[in-house]
């Protein structure tokens, strides 16, 4: 079944005052339209590739193939990247519990690991714990020079150096960066092409943030065992109105877009995405970057803050109810109605809970999930619900293709490019400066 989505619980025809007009919505609509008009051109010139790549297969045998050389004889895969390098690979592990509370100990082997943040803490006790003679290594760079990547990369070098292992780093090495360019460095491919370590390509034409239907997102899933073509196959499902001309109302994605734009141009400067389920949560994380580095810019954007229900109800809830009515949420929940643990009734009833008797524990997170995006409705807060009945690789392909897509919409129709980030730029600049100056 495909991602359902409603905004009704939006609009103040509905939830009264601090609901969205219709008029401010038709209008958002018409700046999403034209934004469609350049996203088919985009299309069909093919200045824009990450379009391309819901119906690309050529290039999953040679996934699959690296994915198979990191699994061979390894207890434990290792991806070295940061942001959009490694969130949507993240992204996607959760659907085998990977960074699932509890549950992602019991992730088969080979573990698969994600060190994207550059805590110098963390990484020494995890090269420390790591059982180097069974793990295996991806360094994961478009340009080549992210300097959390290299410093991941030569301290990876240098532990294995100094295990004195037999195994040569093209035996337990595998790079992902973009081809050199003539009269451009590659720090990445000159710290281990002399290795013989072998490389994917990059793709030239898809950032970061915008690679996980790439090889960037696709190995790592494919490593887990994945189905890496129904991921590509549900992306192609979010992209399909677009190919069939449909109006902007009529397209999930681009409805999205216009009730983003709407809110922003109404003054909702914080959009919080709520996602029922663990399996939900490292996508979140991929969004908030995915929004917020496509779309804060000269002076536009809305902040992302990322949720999980049930839990940020007790964390969250409060503020977002009786605090200041400047947010759009977007309730996001999954088919768990039966699911889990069944609840016996004696039990229940001893809890002084005798209508849990009988229910699972998925009867209540649905439960939960709903009375969520009724509630903050019947408080004036504007509401969009999305659903996805099973989530599977089809479906969290979709979901990922939904918001590429209403955030490069947005990002066009507010008159901000949705593929730059300069001021990320800037800060990386500075950041080597001072580490130059010691």
């Known amino acids: 079944m495909p991602l359902q989505q409603s905004i009704e619980l939006a609009l103040d025809a509905t939830i009264g005052e601090g609901g969205l007009?219709?008029?401010?919505?038709?209008?958002?609509?018409?700046?999403?339209?034209?934004?469609?008009?350049?996203?088919?051109?985009?299309?069909?010139?093919?200045?824009?590739?990450?379009?391309?790549?819901?119906?690309?297969?050529?290039?999953?045998?040679?996934?699959?193939?690296a994915a198979a050389f990191l699994r061979d004889d390894a207890t434990d895969v290792v991806f070295l990247g940061t942001g959009g390098s490694s969130l949507g690979g993240q992204t996607l592990a959760q659907l085998r519990d990977y960074a699932v509370p509890g549950a992602g100990r019991f992730t088969e082997s080979p573990r698969v690991?994600?060190?994207?943040?550059?805590?110098?803490?963390?990484?020494?006790?995890?090269?420390?714990?790591?059982?180097?003679?069974?793990?295996?290594?991806?360094?994961?760079?478009?340009?080549?020079?992210?300097?959390?990547?290299?410093?991941?990369?030569?301290?990876?070098?240098?532990?294995?150096?100094?295990?004195?292992?037999?195994?040569?780093?093209?035996?337990?090495?595998?790079?992902?960066?973009?081809?050199?360019?003539?009269?451009?460095?590659?720090?990445?491919?000159?710290?281990?092409?002399?290795?013989?370590?072998?490389?994917?390509?990059?793709?030239?034409?898809?950032?970061?943030?915008?690679?996980?239907?790439?090889?960037?997102?696709?190995?790592?899933?494919?490593?887990?065992?994945?189905?890496?073509?129904?991921?590509?196959?549900?992306?192609?499902?979010?992209?399909?109105?677009?190919?069939?001309?449909?109006?902007?109302?009529?397209?999930?994605?681009?409805?999205?877009?216009?009730?983003?734009?709407?809110?922003?141009?109404?003054?909702?400067?914080?959009?919080?995405?709520?996602?029922?389920?663990?399996?939900?949560?490292?996508?979140?994380?991929?969004?908030?970057?995915?929004?917020?580095?496509?779309?804060?810019?000269?002076?536009?954007?809305?902040?992302?803050?990322?949720?999980?229900?049930?839990?940020?109800?007790?964390?969250?809830?409060?503020?977002?109810?009786?605090g200041p009515n400047d947010k759009l949420f977007t309730v996001m929940t999954t088919g768990v109605a039966g699911k889990g643990p069944l609840m016996d009734e004696k039990l229940a009833k001893r809890a002084g809970e005798p209508g849990f008797g009988g229910k699972h524990i998925g009867d209540l997170v649905a439960a939960q999930g709903r009375a969520t995006a009724d509630t903050l409705a019947k408080n004036g807060r504007p509401t969009r619900q999305i659903h996805i009945e099973t989530l599977d690789e089809r479906a969290v392909g979709e979901l990922l293709m939904h918001f590429m897509l209403e955030t490069i919409l947005a990002g066009y129709a507010l008159g901000v490019d949705p593929f730059d980030q300069p001021a990320v730029e800037e800060g990386k600049i500075l950041a080597k400066q001072y580490l130059a100056q010691g």
């Open 113 to 322: 690991h994600f060190l994207d943040n550059l805590d110098p803490i963390t990484f020494d006790r995890v090269l420390h714990k790591l059982p180097l003679s069974s793990t295996k290594f991806v360094a994961i760079s478009k340009s080549g020079g992210t300097g959390e990547t290299l410093m991941q990369t030569i301290a990876v070098l240098t532990a294995l150096d100094k295990a004195g292992l037999s195994a040569h780093p093209k035996d337990v090495f595998l790079g992902l960066s973009e081809p050199r360019k003539e009269g451009i460095r590659n720090a990445l491919r000159d710290l281990l092409e002399p290795e013989g370590v072998r490389f994917l390509e990059h793709h030239t034409g898809i950032g970061g943030r915008y690679s996980v239907l790439t090889n960037v997102g696709l190995l790592p899933a494919a490593v887990l065992g994945l189905d890496i073509a129904a991921i590509r196959q549900g992306a192609a499902d979010a992209y399909e109105p677009f190919r069939n001309g449909a109006a902007a109302k009529a397209a999930p994605a681009a409805l999205g877009a216009a009730l983003n734009v709407a809110m922003a141009r109404d003054g909702k400067g914080i959009t919080v995405a709520m996602g029922y389920a663990d399996r939900l949560e490292r996508f979140t994380r991929w969004w908030v970057q995915l929004w917020a580095e496509s779309i804060g810019k000269d002076g536009h954007g809305t902040q992302p803050v990322a949720a999980i229900g049930p839990v940020d109800q007790h964390s969250q809830l409060q503020l977002y109810l009786a």
């Open 21 to 65: 007009t219709q008029a401010a919505l038709d209008e958002a609509l018409a700046l999403v339209g034209e934004a469609m008009k350049r996203l088919a051109e985009d299309d069909s010139s093919g200045r824009l590739p990450l379009l391309h790549m819901p119906r690309t297969t050529d290039d999953l045998a040679s996934i699959r193939e």
